[in-house]
Nanobody, 122 residues
Framework: QVQLVESGGGSVQAGGSLRLSCAASGSIFSINVMGWYRQAPGKERELVATITSGGSTNYADSVKGRFTISRDDAKNTVYLQMNSLKPEDTAVYYC????????????????WGQGTQVTVSS
């Protein structure tokens, strides 16, 4: 089994910062892509940021320049540093990892965290 556990969410005033963490545990051989998604009430889930095993990153235009995604492969952990937060960043944030669980697992699978609430007030 693979589990992704998120932490770091909370409430912050506009302009503040939060750092989200997501750690994977269980049977893991390697992790290709790690990422963060978010979903606000009444809106579709959207991609926030991704990072590949090679360190290549992608960001949604709405967070570019404010958020930074990083990973620590020794800890099977992905981070999202969120600065200059805005009320429109309020959402439940979900981490995602594409994981190969064992040697000869050539297909891999997507895994998701439980979600963590981020609330930004003005």
């Amino acid at each position: 089994q693979v589990q992704l556990v998120e932490s770091g969410g909370g409430s912050v005033q506009a302009g503040g910062s939060l750092r989200l963490s997501c750690a994977a545990s269980g049977s893991i051989f390697s992790i290709n892509v790690m990422g963060w998604y978010r979903q606000a009430p009444g809106k579709e889930r959207e991609l926030v940021a991704t990072i590949t095993s090679g360190g290549s990153t992608n960001y949604a235009d709405s967070v570019k320049g404010r958020f930074t995604i990083s990973r620590d492969d020794a800890k099977n952990t992905v981070y999202l540093q969120m600065n200059s937060l805005k009320p429109e960043d309020t959402a439940v944030y979900y981490c995602m990892m594409f994981i190969f669980r064992y040697y000869r697992d050539y297909r891999g699978n997507n895994y998701w965290g439980q979600g963590t609430q981020v609330t930004v007030s003005s």
